[in-house]
Nanobody, 128 residues
Framework: QVQLVESGGGLVQAGGSLRLSCAASGRTFSNYVMAWFRQAPGKEREFVAAIRGIGSRTYYADSVKDRFTISRDNTKNTVYLQMNSLKPEETAVYLC?????????????????????WGQGTQVTVSS
């Protein structure tokens, strides 16, 4: 069992930046692929970024590539999402997710249904 707690959301103006954090507790953090998703009201949950358990391999949705950066610190059991140049249409609840897998290709599987553990989410609001 893995428990995930997100933090760092808030209100920011368009073009601004935020850094989200997701603290994990439970089993060996490095065994998990970690990802960020987001969900706006009335819309489907959308993949944002993922990172392998060990190593630096990452994968991003095209819409956030070159603006967002996912990273992790396995010594702190924490994954981060640095978001720059935010847009109003990116207003959503941002959710941290974990998936227990050693597959090297797991970060490229973007369906939220593949992830076993979820945080409660943190609200990000981007004003125009």
């Amino acid at each position: 069992q893995v428990q995930l707690v997100e933090s760092g959301g808030g209100l920011v103006q368009a073009g601004g930046s935020l850094r989200l954090s997701c603290a994990a507790s439970g089993r060996t953090f490095s065994n998990y692929v970690m990802a960020w998703f987001r969900q706006a009201p009335g819309k489907e949950r959308e993949f944002v970024a993922a990172i392998r358990g060990i190593g630096s391999r990452t994968y991003y949705a095209d819409s956030v590539k070159d603006r967002f950066t996912i990273s992790r610190d396995n010594t702190k059991n924490t994954v981060y999402l640095q978001m720059n140049s935010l847009k109003p249409e990116e207003t959503a609840v941002y959710l941290c997710a974990a998936r227990a897998t050693s597959s090297s290709g797991a970060i490229y599987a973007t369906s939220w249904t593949l992830y076993n553990y979820w945080g409660q989410g943190t609200q990000v609001t981007v004003s125009s």
